[in-house]
């Protein structure tokens, strides 16, 4: 058997893959920095009609829930008042995907 050869084969191949790799990463780092295209955050901030809370742990369940999505800064639900206050990045996040997200929680958002 030749199990050197077969050894140096593809220590061979491994420096070819890395080389290639190496390039890639090299070019794709030099298009990202000439492209600079940077999204300005696009804050937005409102009230969000929100039914079927009845105390805090509803407020809690939502806020932690909606806390995940991408682009949500701020959530602050209040049961009482039926009403979300929610602070987001409209470049990242859509006022309707903020209802979206709410109602995945099982309550009740509308659009303000
Ligand atoms: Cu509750």
């Not at 937005?44 to 682009?71: F, L």
Request: charged residues 25%; aromatic residues 6%.
């Amino acid at each position: 058997m030749t199990s050197k050869n077969t050894m140096e084969s593809w220590s061979k191949m491994t420096m070819c893959g890395l080389l290639i790799m190496y390039l890639i990463l090299a070019f794709s780092c030099s298009q990202k920095s000439t492209e600079t295209k940077q999204t300005q955050p696009i804050i937005a901030e409102m009230n969000i009609p929100v039914a079927g809370m009845t105390c805090g742990s509803c407020e809690h369940h939502i806020e932690t829930e909606v806390k995940r999505e991408d682009g949500i800064i701020e959530i602050k639900a209040d049961h009482e008042k039926a009403l979300a206050f929610v602070k987001f990045d409209s470049s990242k996040i859509s006022l309707d995907e903020v209802v979206v997200a709410i109602n995945k929680t099982g309550y009740k958002a509308t659009k303000p």
